[in-house]
């Protein structure tokens, strides 16, 4: 083994593996310089608990001369034999290193390294990554050389995994704030906040397709059932709406109780507004069969649900309002005041999709005139179309 390779190795960490600016990048890195160092590797891997709402963790598996692949786990994993039945599993139990030379008859009670033992491995190390807030992640590093790993080698390995966990718990802490902000205020508010935008007052006008709309029955079915049924409720019905919204290219702004606000953007030349007005319609159609479909057992009944959705097209405010010290990242504007108003309207006309003029007139072939309403807040009364598929329900 080289040792001043492998101080460079150490430096080039605590430096900030500047080279590598992912964390695909940094185990490839620091893997392929082992390598020339001397560290006969074979495969090695980085797993990482995150704080995602449907991911327990990520892996990233280096193997010599093939592109690191990464994955995703469930929260099913900690109870899965997958995990039960790996080294790994002793490592955060513990909190220590795991060794296995393959030719220990031990080693085979694990069907991972029965699988490498396959392959040719002959030795197994699994280390833990330790981050300062005192939680565990872990590596391992597998050699298929036929004396297995050397105590110098063990030792080089040990060293490294310091600055590497500085390196890859940033990676971590990056991850779950851009996750976070997804999560929370949406994917193109949390980018913009993550460049900088948290001032209060920073916004822009856009020009969008707003969706808004809600659960028909809301304030009765909160009344009648207990609080914790009503929240799996409206889990279950967002899930009709938002998968759809984000297939076809929206964004979820809100929450609303049983309201949900969406906007989807069009180009500044609105070259695309068409388009974008075709995969609104579609993802109201998707969610409208997606909410029929709904159905929640209530003692010996089924409860069945409805919704309206009211679609318009305008320029709205976007970026930060609220308090000094508490900011919401949100959009306003008359078009927003508007969509609310035409879903009340939906509701009264029993109806499930409603458009303003605005958008009908972009995809004319779909709509129907409903007539002409007066609206509170405005001037004019606005007319109101709904789909030609559609009969008052």
Excluded at 320 to 341: E, H, K, M, Y
Aim: proline fraction near 5%.
């Amino acid at each position: 083994m080289n040792a001043p390779e492998l101080q460079k190795i150490i430096d080039w960490l605590i430096d900030g593996a500047r080279s590598a600016p992912t964390p695909v990048a940094l185990i490839k890195e620091t893997c392929e310089r082992l390598l020339a160092a001397g560290v006969p590797l074979w495969r090695a891997g980085a797993f990482v608990q995150t704080l995602h709402p449907d991911v327990f963790g990520r892996s990233f598996i280096w193997r010599d001369g093939a592109e690191v692949v990464v994955n995703t786990a469930s929260f099913d994993l900690p109870e899965s034999p997958e995990f039960t039945r790996n080294p790994l599993a002793i490592l955060y139990a513990s909190g220590h290193e795991v060794r296995y030379r393959l030719d220990d008859p031990e080693s085979k009670r694990f069907p991972l390294l029965e699988d490498m033992r396959a392959e040719g491995v002959t030795d197994y190390i699994a280390i833990p990554l330790r981050f300062t807030d005192g939680s565990i992640h872990a590596t391992s590093w597998s050699t298929r050389h036929p004396d297995g790993f050397t105590d110098g080698q063990l030792d080089a390995l040990r060293t490294l995994m310091v600055p590497f966990a500085r390196l890859g718990e940033i990676f971590a802490l990056r991850r779950t704030a851009a996750t976070l902000l997804d999560t929370y205020v949406g994917n193109r508010a949390g980018e913009r906040i993550l460049a900088g935008q948290i001032r209060r007052g920073h916004a822009e006008t856009m020009q969008v397709a707003i969706w808004l709309s809600d659960l028909r029955g809301f304030t009765a079915l909160s009344d009648r059932l207990p609080p914790e049924i009503v929240v799996d409720v409206l889990n279950q019905y967002f899930d009709c709406q938002v998968p759809v919204i984000r297939k076809h290219g929206g964004e979820i702004l809100k929450f609303m109780g049983d309201g949900l606000l969406a906007v989807f953007p069009i180009a500044k030349d609105k070259g695309n507004i068409g388009e974008v007005c075709g995969r609104v319609l579609e993802a109201a159609r998707e969610a409208r069969v997606n909410v029929d479909a709904m159905h929640y057992p209530s003692g010996e009944a089924v409860e069945r649900f409805r919704f309206g959705v009211a679609l318009h097209i305008g320029d709205i405010l976007f970026g930060n309002i609220g308090g000094s010290s508490r900011l919401d990242f949100t959009c306003i504007g008359p078009a927003v005041n508007l969509a609310a108003r035409l879903e009340k309207i939906a509701g009264r006309l029993k109806r499930t999709v409603v458009a303003s003029a605005g958008f009908a007139g972009i995809c004319t072939n779909d709509w129907m005139d409903l007539g002409e309403f007066p609206i509170a807040g405005f001037s004019r009364a606005q007319r109101v179309f709904g789909l030609r598929e559609e009969l008052a329900e």
